[in-house]
């Protein structure tokens, strides 16, 4: 449900059940990248770079938040293929957690933005240039086990 949880280390997170996102993941020429989205500084967290995600509804589980937040923020991402994997749990002392489902879409493609009073910006990145981002810091602290799981999946 969206709303905020208030935390004593990190302040507040969105979302009074937890939140959740998706990564998606594309190999275009051999080259492995990964489709972020940059928050609007009028969101929290504002001018970092982070999954496209959000607030965990009643009676969802985190793989159909991910989906539906990822269908609401950007326009013709093809998901409907993915499959819930593996995924990265992002947990914080208040309780709250953010999963992260990496997927991998075809072929890497313009994305455009649907909801821009959220997301400035969606940007396939070289995965080897991700840390080069102001990631967000939930994300910045998930990315060397969210990258192992990518390229495990691809590899397999």
Not at 26 to 32: C, D
Not at 120 to 126: G, N, T, V
């Amino acid at each position: 449900m969206s709303g905020w949880v208030m935390c004593a280390v990190h302040g507040r997170h969105w979302g009074v059940q937890g939140a959740a996102g998706l990564l998606p993941f594309a190999v275009t020429s051999g080259r492995v990248q990964v489709l972020l989205a940059l928050r609007s500084h009028g969101t929290h967290q504002g001018g970092t770079w982070g999954t496209v995600g959000g607030a965990i509804e009643p009676g969802e589980t985190p793989w159909q938040a991910a989906v539906r937040e990822a269908n609401e923020e950007a326009a013709g991402l093809e998901v409907a293929e993915a499959q819930a994997a593996e995924s990265h749990r992002y947990g914080c002392v208040s309780g709250w957690a953010y999963v992260t489902f990496p997927v991998r879409v075809p072929p890497a493609s313009p994305v455009p933005i649907r909801s821009n009073w959220e997301t400035a910006d969606l940007r396939w990145i070289a995965i080897d240039e991700v840390d080069g981002y102001p990631l967000h810091p939930a994300l910045a602290e998930s990315w060397p086990e969210l990258r192992k799981l990518i390229e495990d999946r691809i590899a397999s």
